[in-house]
Structures are given as C-alpha cells and as structure tokens.
C-alpha cells in the first residue's frame, strides 16, 4: 500500500460525503494504490451510519468503529495504528483544512526530503479571546517543554512510513497528540495553509483548559521542580524573618503583635500547599492511570476492505 488517508469522525455527517469525493480525486491524482481510513470516534450523529453507506461503492474506504467516544486524539492514533501505506496523510474530515492539499505537501515532501510536512495557520482562527489564550498557551509550552510544538499547528500532515512507526512506539494512554509529534523528532517542515473556519466548535473552553493542562504535565517535569523553589524561597525567606524577630526580642525585648499578618501568612502559606498538593495529584493521577494498562481505544467493528 502505498498512500493511507486517516481522518475520525465526530459530528461530521454534514461533510462525510464531500470529504470522501475529494479526498479520493486528491488521492487518484498520485496512486491508484491508496486506502482512506476513517475511524468513528462514537460520533452521535449519522456519521457512522453515511460512511459506512459508502463503502459499498468505494472499494479504498475502511470505517473503523471504536466501541465508544475516547476522544480526538486516541481516535487519531487509533487510525495510524490501521494504516497500511507507505505514507500517511492525516487530516480532520471536517473540510476545514482541504484534502487537496495532499497534492502540494506529497511535492514538499520529496522536494524538500523531509519525513513530514505539516499545516500551519499564520494566525490562529476564532474570537480575539481564544486567539489571545492560544497565544499564551504555545509562551508556556515554549518554556516549559523541552521539545518545541510548532506554533499554531494544524492536524493536516503528510508522513513516511518511518516516522508513522516511531510515532506509534508511544505507548501511553493519556495522550497529547501534538507533543508526540513533536518530541518524535525527524525532519520536519510546517507549511502556511489557509483553514476554513466554521460557526462551532467540537472543543469547549474546560476541553481546551484541559488539554493545556494534560500538555503540560504530559510532557514536563517543570512545575514539579518549580514546587522545590518556590518551598526553598519560602523557607529560607521565613529563616530570615525568624532570625530577625528574635533577634529584636532578644536586643529590644519587643514582641511583634497582629493577627493580620499572622492569618495572612496562614492563608498564602495553606493556599500554596494546596496549589501543590494539587499539582502533585495530577501526575500521579496520571501514573494511576497508566499502570492500569488499558488500551488506547477499543474497536467495535472495522467496515470495507474485506472486513465485516
């Protein structure tokens, strides 16, 4: 097999059609040997229900069902680990970035010899808000993870074959996609492509905070270390203190009185011990969840290609 296009499906009945049509005439423009490899991420519309209509009259198409919803990027994932060609086109099905631009990243591709060439948006899409935390969100990234994410980065990207399989050696279940691709390394390329942006959005705002928090903690140690300087500041800042106070007591015999400061310093101090108790509780929610083993995603049924 020489080219697989993956794409997932979730709430994509208004587009699976189109994205089928034009992804196979993008497809048929470089090989006849090709598959399109659509995983259905528990999609509560009819998505499922047209792709798998369509398989009958499309002899490339696979709709991988997954038993449930697991999310965006375990679905992602979930295709990558189906597909059987030598390169890899992964894109959203929801028309927002073009499958036509397989035909120009497939040129990149070889021009450039690069193992991967990605989309980019010069300006993030959206509200002035979303583009502002977004903005914020890749400052954090860029100081805390020691592998660059590519700022404003798209899901739509062209792969060999080698860097499918060194990408698919990652083995954890809580999975932030776009770190994988990065710390995976290989020559890689981001290309400035324009996206269509629709009214809605599949991603809500506690989603979005969620994912930048699992970016974080997935990927850095940081805010770990940054819990022992800020207990070493604390500590040596209140010797400091101490060593005044009684120094004054034993010199002037002046004892310092006020509940204000006293109850001020019991509410930065129990504040910040729960801040950190709190970030502590996260990785090792996360060691929770992975000593458990379960798996990336669980397919209920694998529809075309000789699959029943």
């Not at 497939?106 to 935390?133: C, N, P």
């Not at 506690?206 to 300087?229: C, E, G, H, R």
Request: some cysteine.
């Amino acid at each position: 097999m020489k080219l697989s296009i993956v794409t997932t499906l979730y709430k994509s009945e208004a587009t699976v059609a189109a994205f089928v049509a034009r992804a196979t005439a993008a497809a048929h423009a470089i090989t006849d040997d090709y598959e399109i490899v659509m995983v259905d991420d528990g999609s509560p519309d009819r998505s499922l229900e047209i792709a798998i209509g369509l398989v009958g009259s499309n002899p490339h198409l696979r709709v991988v069902e997954l038993s449930r919803n697991f999310g965006h990027h375990k679905a992602l994932m979930t295709g990558l680990q189906q597909a059987k060609g030598d390169y890899c086109f992964l894109i959203d099905s929801d028309l927002e970035e073009a499958p036509e631009l397989l035909g120009s990243f497939w040129e990149i591709l070889h021009s450039e010899d690069k193992d991967v060439v990605y989309g980019m948006q010069e300006r993030r899409a959206g509200s002035l808000f979303r583009r502002w935390t977004g903005a914020i969100a890749y400052r954090v990234f860029d100081w805390l993870l020691a592998a660059k994410i590519p700022t404003n980065h798209l899901t739509v990207r062209l792969m060999r074959r080698n860097y499918v399989d060194a990408l698919l050696l990652h083995r954890e279940t809580q999975l932030i996609i776009g770190g994988l691709w990065a710390i995976t390394g290989f020559r890689q390329l981001g290309q400035r492509v324009d996206k269509t942006v629709k009214v809605g959005t599949t991603y809500r705002p506690m989603q979005l905070w969620s994912i930048f928090l699992d970016s974080i903690t997935n990927f850095s140690a940081k805010p770990l270390v940054a819990i022992f300087y800020v207990g070493l500041l604390i500590f040596m800042t209140s010797m400091a203190v101490s060593l005044w106070l009684l120094f004054r007591w034993a010199a002037y015999g002046v004892s310092v009185e006020g509940w204000v400061s006293v109850m001020l310093s019991v509410w930065v101090l129990g504040g910040l011990a729960i801040l950190f108790i709190g970030v502590i509780g996260i990785y090792l929610s996360k060691i929770f969840l992975e000593t458990k083993g379960r798996p990336l995603s669980i397919i209920r049924l694998i529809h075309g290609n000789g699959h029943q």
